[in-house]
């Protein structure tokens, strides 16, 4: 018997060296696809000054290309599913490529809203390439395979490197037109170095309503509210951080775009890790832990800058209460670590439970994540408005926070006999 189990144990699978190319490839596509998402982030500060726009309409116009990239996922994950990842990835790049040159000619605010639209297209890329990328690695590997391709989002970091050296140097105009470049060579790359395999297409015997049918599952309504946080609330404080830091902080627009990316870069290179750790530990035990180091972070953050009066013996004593610019960035870089692990631990959810069906439930969950990173920027706009408080920002994602943990403990954490119970390989 012993002799057996011993023979039946599978041997290595051996990753081919055009799976890797396949996943080099694609990580720089999506990296290059979300520095040009996270465009409005940087430009959107001199075109504020420019158009004299308030908090809310500076939010909306940062989330137009976040709508578009998040409406997009979910035909677009199934067409991956369908027609492959190489032809819909290139296509997809190509029709950016226009709209990102046109954009520094745009000078009224509709113009920007309206080609943020059709840049948006590029954040789609997402579930273009997750189930591209998973597909080409064996089962125990495609947490890692996704964490890697995840760490694209570290396009986001990317941006706020780029972008805020060419305003200064040569005005925001210049962004889009190296934007639009960088894209172009990357398309080339791509297209030289991907490969397809006629194995991985769903077969046409699949109808696209089938695949949709997985919408009525309440696991899917679950995981579409945890990554609306880890990458709702990614997209959203990516967006926002470089004009926080500028108005609470009163920083110049280079110094604030390097503190802010202390969030987007660790939020999104070390997605790769988390892969591994949700491969190694399940991806409950990693999202339980993401959710209450979210939740002690945004409690923290949420406290504004306070001054209160004690009356003491001595007279009235004043004190200052308030995260100065080191401690806010240092919490803020474990806030983005965190997410990053979570960004991984909700997709290796969907790659254990619905192996046959991952470019439409990726797709719906990646829409519910970029609908997260849409509304939020537009939320922080309205409520600093509304109370005048800039720290209200991480008061409104501590409650979604909570809504999480809430909803996890009574579905998860109560049926689950031993909580860092090694998953099944």
Known sequence: MKTGQQQHHPAPVVVTRQAWSVLAVSTL?????????????????????????????????????????????????????????????????????????????????????????????AGGSFSVGTPYVARWFPKRRQGLAMGVYGAGNSGAAVNKFIAPALVVAFGWTMVPQVYAAIMLGTLVLFWVFSASDPAHLVPPTVSFKDQLKALKDPKVLKYCQYYSIVFGGYVGLSLWMVQYYVGEYGLDIRIAALLAACFSLPGGVLRAIGGWLSDKYGAHSVTWWVMWVSWICLF???????????????????????????????????????????????????????????????????????????????????????????????MLLYGVVWVSLIWMYFTEVRRTRLMGEPALA
């Open 29 to 121: 596509a999506f990296t290059t696809c979300f520095m040009v998402w996270m465009m409005f982030g940087v430009i959107g500060i001199p075109i504020r000054k420019q158009l004299n726009l308030n908090a809310t309409e500076f939010g909306l116009l940062t989330s137009m290309p976040v709508l578009a990239g998040s409406l997009i996922r979910v035909p677009l994950g199934i067409w991956t599913d369908r027609y492959g990842g190489r032809i819909v990835m290139t296509v997809l790049m190509a029709v950016t490529v226009p709209a990102i040159w046109l954009m520094s000619y745009a000078t009224a605010y509709w113009h920007f809203l309206v080609i943020g639209l059709f840049v948006g297209l």
């Open 300 to 394: 923290l953050l949420s406290y504004p800058q306070t001054d209160f009066t004690v009356l003491t013996v001595k007279g009235p004593q004043t004190f200052h209460l308030g995260l100065n610019v080191y401690t806010f960035t240092m919490i803020m870089a474990v806030l983005g670590v965190a997410w990053a692990f979570g960004k991984a631990s909700v997709f290796k959810y969907i790659s254990d439970d619905y192996p046959t069906n991952i470019g439409a439930i990726s797709g719906i969950v990646g829409l519910a994540g970029g609908l997260g990173g849409f509304i939020l920027p537009i939320m922080f706009g309205a409520l600093l408005d509304l109370t005048g408080v800039r720290s209200s920002a991480f």
